[in-house]
């Protein structure tokens, strides 16, 4: 198999090296989407203690239909990422497989307002569309300016390279496309993007560099006018095995923490480590250990941080929950100092629970989303939780699909300042061929 096939099939299966990612059936008869918006599923209360009166006045409030974005519909349309400003303005970006872009794999944005209208149509990112650009991710500052990253295959002269291009709060593209890595030699893939309140920005990687089993995180730091500000450096400090899967948050001033999975390091299979930086890329500190629970793996961390800088981590965790893979998550202080104790999020613990993504507002309060196991009656589907700055659970578990044959997945999700939130993700069938990109609205009351 050739060296750049191989490591595609790698970047579309987040872990591919455990067993939490299944083979997702595209077998089930499809129907249509109904009519109707159906209520949204009350599910079990948290273990602990709850105040049933606090819970059900906390409760995420839906602020619209589910909403299809890609308008192109052939073929699949895969993996979307949201990003949100201030006010509560938004961008997805995804992948489309259908050569849309004439070649191959092809990235794709669409804007909205903060009550879902959209902002002209769906646009292409990616100016050089030769092979495949895939697996994009977004950042937005406060004003609405934003940035979209992605993978490219052969571009930067070897394998796999970083790129990215910046826009304006219009939607207006400002400046070319551009190359991140400078190292180019083997593939530097998955990246992340975190910006801050003024718009400088910072972009991680997974550099491989020798085999899959060898890689490091490495980062690249850029004035909000696309002037790199650093040269790219390594992140991760501790370099035995593999480092992969990074995520990255910035807050208002710019300081910032990297998280990631690791093969070697917390005693026990796959952990999650983080580093904290400050505005001018000096690391605050070495490597730290975020999971407590260390048995099995702990993989693809995603992570939130307020304007203040604290922040939460949430992951996927290996029977931690009982049952296959959970979502668990820990908060910390600006100072990286442990807010209590890593937690679950998930209460329906059947199957898997995976593949979190985490929104955190400006008083610290935060939502995680997830793809669960056949919880919605079908194969996978989305749910979020909301939680206040001191890691109370504010809402009950809510599915957010409405369809729910086949499998909905890969979720991401994005907050504003006062915590408004919208939740995307990937659709099998529903808009009647392949993979489509849909979101749902949310009111923080």
Known sequence: MPRHTWLQKLIEKLASATTRMRSRSRSVRLRTVPATEPLEVRQMLSGGPVNHAHAMTSMNVLAGPEIQFNMHTTGDQVRPKVAMDAKGDYVVVWTDYSGLDGSGQGIFAQRYTAASVPQGGNFRVNAYTTGNQFRPTVAMDSAGDFVVTWSSYGRDGHGWGIFAQRYNAAGVAEGHEFQVNV???????????????????????????????????FARMYNANGTARTA?????????????????????????????????????????????????????????????????NQLAPAIAMDPAGDFVIAWDSELKDGSSFGVAARRFNAAAVAQGPEFNVNT????????????????????????????????????????????????????????????QAAPSIAMDALGDFVVAWDSFGQDGSGYGAFLKRYKAA
């Open 183 to 217: 190292y180019t030699t083997r593939d530097q893939v998955f990246s992340a993007v975190a910006m801050d309140s003024t718009g400088d920005f910072v972009i991680t990687w997974t550099s491989v560099t020798s085999s899959v089993s060898s890689s490091g995180i």
């Open 232 to 296: 790219e450096f390594k992140v991760n400090s501790y370099t035995t095995g593999a480092q992969d899967h990074s995520a990255v948050a910035m807050d208002s001033k710019g300081d910032f923490v990297v998280t990631w999975d690791a093969s070697a390091g917390d005693g026990s299979g796959y952990g999650i480590f983080a580093r904290r930086f400050n505005a001018a890329g000096v690391p605050l500190g070495l490597d730290f250990t975020v999971n407590t629970y260390a048995s099995n």
């Open 348 to 407: 329906f613990t059947k199957g898997l629970q995976f593949s979190p993504a985490v929104a955190m507002d400006n008083a610290g309060d935060f939502a995680i989303a997830w793809d669960s196991d056949k919880q919605d009656g079908s194969l996978d589907g989305v749910y979020v939780r909301r939680y206040n700055s001191a890691g109370t659970a504010l809402a009950i578990e809510l599915r957010v699909n409405s369809y729910t044959t086949s499998v």
